[in-house]
């Protein structure tokens, strides 16, 4: 088991907190191809929903607790840190996994494994924890240069990449998307990417606490306490067929009738007053928000803030500052909204994570604006 964090603002930067991962490890990633070409014919919930296939399919590859599996989600693709005993199993559910988004989805995804080994011997270590949020639910943090350099390694080299084959992905009988794009509280949502010079720790953490002074993360949560979220009676057509797509066709309709009863037993409770029998919505919309990977580390922060027009101008001044003093590289990008992917394993036990992302992949978006700074001088 890796060792877990609670608080991410308290927490999340201490290196003591983590796991520095053996050599036995390997790091599992999964990126979407084409994004720029899906985000202009406005696929980006579909985008979404294979990213979150892949945090769903790896964590159900990874063991008997697929809660604890350290996973990340990333708007366009995802990361997951594999232990020895389950590489096999990690590799042969992205093999299959490839092939729905492929076939299935038609959004090319490219997947691929790098052994820890390799990222020691080229001095990038990869330090590992689980965000816990109780009862079962949490998310993979990561710390040091390893994970986002197994990435990079994963998209500019075919040796990395797991070949495809048609198979059955385990995991995506509890992924959904149904809720609608949720509107900002505050402003507009702000999604930033943060990478630190020279894997320089510290320097990212003081920067992150500057931004704290200008607004609290917590409080810039897009999904607030979750008081504001609304469900809806039924999803729409479209959202309802992303989801049927994870099952083949002869269980598609049983699919369907799940996703209709199930969204309009949740809004009529909602529109009734939040609870009845043993349904609390309230609590259910409290929870989705506590469990939203709105704050996480991949190496650095990557953040999805709902944020003030003042606000925005003034984290952006200060990471402009940082960078210019060459403490960081950073992209953002800014949307209207946020969208958010669904992964119930039990809702009964209150087991369920949720993935979010600004409206128009807004991460990908920020990525894009960090790629672009890093590039080399010609």
């Not at 609670?6 to 979407?32: C, I, K, M, Q, R």
């Not at 197994?150 to 040796?159: C, F, G, L, P, Y």
């Amino acid at each position: 088991m890796l060792p877990s964090i609670h608080d991410f603002t308290t927490e999340a930067f201490d290196p003591s907190n983590y796991a520095l991962l053996g050599e036995g490890w390997w790091v599992a990633a999964a990126d979407v191809e084409g994004s720029t070409r899906l985000a202009k014919l406005g696929r980006d919930r579909e985008v979404n929903f294979v990213a979150g296939a892949a945090v769903a399919a790896m964590a159900a590859a990874i063991g008997d607790h697929p809660d604890h599996a350290a996973c990340q989600f990333g708007g366009d693709g995802a990361v997951a840190v594999v232990p020895p005993e389950r590489v096999q199993a990690v590799r042969s559910t992205l093999a299959v996994l490839g092939w729905w988004a492929a076939n299935e989805m038609e959004v090319p995804l490219r997947v691929g494994m790098v052994p820890v080994a390799q990222l020691n011997a080229a001095g990038h270590h990869v330090l590992a924890a689980l965000h816990d949020f109780g009862n079962g639910n949490a998310f993979g943090q990561f710390l040091g240069s390893g994970v986002p350099c197994a990435e990079n390694w994963m998209k500019a080299d075919t040796h990395w990449r797991v070949p495809l084959e048609e198979g059955e992905v385990p995991g995506l009988e509890g992924l959904s998307c149904r809720w609608e794009p949720i509107p900002p509280r505050r402003g507009h949502v702000l999604c930033v990417i943060i990478e630190p010079v020279d894997n320089d720790l510290a320097a990212v953490a003081d920067v992150l606490a500057r931004l704290e002074t200008i607004v609290s993360t917590e409080r810039a949560a897009p999904l607030g306490n979750g008081a504001d979220l609304r469900p809806v009676l039924v999803p729409r057509r479209r959202l309802l067929g992303i989801e049927l797509r994870t099952e083949k066709l002869a269980n598609r309709l049983n699919r369907l009738l799940r996703a209709l009863v199930g969204s309009f037993i949740l809004g009529v409770v909602h529109r009734l007053g939040g609870r009845l029998g043993g349904l609390d919505v309230d609590f259910y919309r409290r929870k989705v928000a506590e469990r939203s990977d709105y704050r996480k580390l991949a190496g650095g922060p990557r953040l999805v803030l709902d944020v003030t027009a003042e606000e925005d101008s003034r984290i952006e001044a200060m990471l402009g500052d940082a960078e210019r003093h060459g403490l960081i590289t950073f992209g953002l990008a800014r949307s209207d909204a946020t969208t958010m992917t669904c992964m119930v394993g039990d809702f009964s036990a209150d087991r369920h994570v949720h993935f979010v992302d600004g409206q128009g992949l807004g991460f990908w978006r920020a990525s894009v604006m960090l790629k672009e700074k890093l590039k080399p001088v010609p």
